[in-house]
Structures are given as C-alpha cells and as structure tokens.
C-alpha cells in the first residue's frame, strides 16, 4: 500500500514546457507515473512531451481529471500556483520550488486551510510511492518496493535512507521530502500519521534538520499514539554553530530544543530509535524488522 500517491493518481505539472518542468516532468514519465498534462498559460491547446498542455489548473481537471500537481514555477509566481491548483481541487499539491518569499506561504497556509487538498514542500524533493508514482525530482532508481516509509526535511538525505533500506533487503512503501523551509504544508508529525496508520507500512524512517520543533512535536505525537510500530529517526546538523541559518531556511538554531542533541534526546525519550549517523539506518531499519519477524 501506500499513502497519498500511486499508480492511479493523475498528475499535471504547473510550469510543463519551462526547462525544469520538460526535464522532470519526462523523469517521471519514464518512471512510469501517471501524467495526464501540463499547465503553461498561453499555450493552451498545444501538446508537450506528448501530453496535453492547459491554460489552467481548472481546465486540467476538467479535462484530463487530474488530481495531483505539481508545481515548477519561479518564487515570485509559485504561491499562485498553489493557491490556483488547490481553487481547482486538486487533492494532493507537490511544490518543488525554492525561494518562495514567507510571507507568501503566509497567505497560501492561510488559502488553503479550509480546502480539502493537501500540501508538500516547498523547497521540497516531492514524493514517490515506489514503483508506481514519482512526483518529483528524486532519482527514482533508488526506490524499491517494500514496507519502509521515509519522512524527511532533507532532499539527499532522503535518497541515501531509501538506498540503505533497499540494500538492507528491504523496500520503500512511499517517501516524502517534506521541505526544509520555515513555513511548509506537510509537517513531520502530519506525515508520520499518515505513514503510522497505513497498514502495509511496517517501519518508518524520519529525518530531520536543525530549527523549529517538528521533530519534537511528530515525536510526542507518536508516543501518545501508543503506537508499536517502529521508528528510526534522524538529526542533520549536528555540528551547526548556533544562531546561523544551515543551507535549508528553516534550518537555524533558536530555542534549546531546536539543536541536533536536544532534537535527538527529545525522540529517544519518546520511544524512536535514533542514530547518530545516516550511515547507520539501513543496519537498524533491519534491526527492528527482523526484531518484530
């Protein structure tokens, strides 16, 4: 099983015939994903990697049925984007772009609230339900089949998890990049739920960064879910200097509880397995399986 994504899931990509959008959106083509079109104002009517390309997100789903985007559109017009995708109902909203100004993801939480649709990223690598759904710029080679689920604020980090779970002799169920900005759509907690209550996801893998408190905040949620189904978790930034933003936006280091150490103690004391390396999470996803086998 998987969650948000699969092989039925059909997906447009808002900035279709811009270069990132060509580039990527013939990756997940290849990998076998459902795109059913793109939008490009303007161009309308036209055809784009041999799909159809669209004036409008509106237009899409009326047409092609589409129900998940994603979105390559420069900073100063991707809120928009958002915003226009989740006016058109699309369900699932994946932004791969960096850059867009906080106060503009400001409105677009604020849009989005009370639709019914769900957003990942920005400044994200997407999601991928392995084998049947790549939507996003990671390298879909990577992911094998299998019943490991991976959260995480890190683009790379992500890849290197998947690549030691599969040669762990395991698989991934579905893995989301869910952004390392300041104001993000999908937090930690919010994809570990979802990831704890799929029942063919056996295991999850949950990586974080310095800054803010959603590792905090997923870790005390899935204690008080009384939950037994493992988690292995992990901090990048551990030797970041304090009061110093760390590559992602959202990486700076504030309070006590937004180091790598206190973000560590904090999921260890609320029952996940932590590891001090990325190095070492294929070998302890396999711990935990075999444990429960």
């Not at 013939?26 to 994903?33: A, F, K």
């Not at 110093?244 to 990486?251: D, F, I």
């Not at 790598?260 to 294929?282: H, L, T």
Request: glycine content about 14%; proline content about 4%; overall charge negative.
């Amino acid at each position: 099983m998987s969650i948000l994504v699969n092989k039925d899931s059909k997906v447009i990509v808002q900035g279709f015939t811009g270069n990132e959008g060509t580039f990527h959106a013939s990756q997940m083509i290849e990998y076998g994903t459902n795109v059913v079109g793109g939008v490009t104002p303007g161009k309308g009517g036209s055809e784009h990697l041999g799909k159809p390309v669209f004036n409008t997100v509106a237009d899409a789903v009326e047409k092609a049925g589409a129900n998940v985007s994603i979105i390559f559109v420069p900073p100063a017009f991707a809120a928009d984007a958002i915003m226009e995708a989740a006016e058109a109902g699309i369900k699932v909203i994946v932004c791969i772009t960096e850059g867009i100004p906080v106060a503009d993801m400001v409105k677009v939480k604020s849009y989005i609230a009370d639709r019914d649709c769900r957003l990942i990223g920005p400044n994200c690598p997407g999601i991928i339900t392995s084998d049947e759904a790549k939507i996003g710029i990671m390298p879909g080679f990577v992911f094998k089949k299998g019943k490991v689920g991976i959260v995480s604020k890190s683009g790379t980090l992500t890849y290197e998890a998947a690549d030691q779970v599969v040669r762990a002799g395991f698989g991934i169920s579905t893995a989301i990049g869910i952004g390392g900005d300041p104001i993000i759509g999908t937090t930690t907690k919010e994809a570990l739920e979802l990831f704890i209550n799929d029942p063919e996801t056996e295991a999850v893998v949950m990586i974080g960064e310095i800054g803010g408190g959603l590792e905090a905040e997923a870790a005390r949620w899935y204690k008080a879910s009384g939950s037994t189904k493992p988690v292995v978790g992990f901090i990048a930034g551990q030797t970041a200097p304090k009061g110093r933003t760390m590559g992602h936006a959202g990486a700076i280091v504030g309070g006590d509880e937004d180091t790598a150490q206190a973000k560590m103690e904090i999921m260890r004391e609320n029952g996940i397995n932590v590891v001090d390396s990325p190095a070492e999470i294929g070998v302890t996803i396999a711990k935990v399986l075999k444990v429960l086998a």
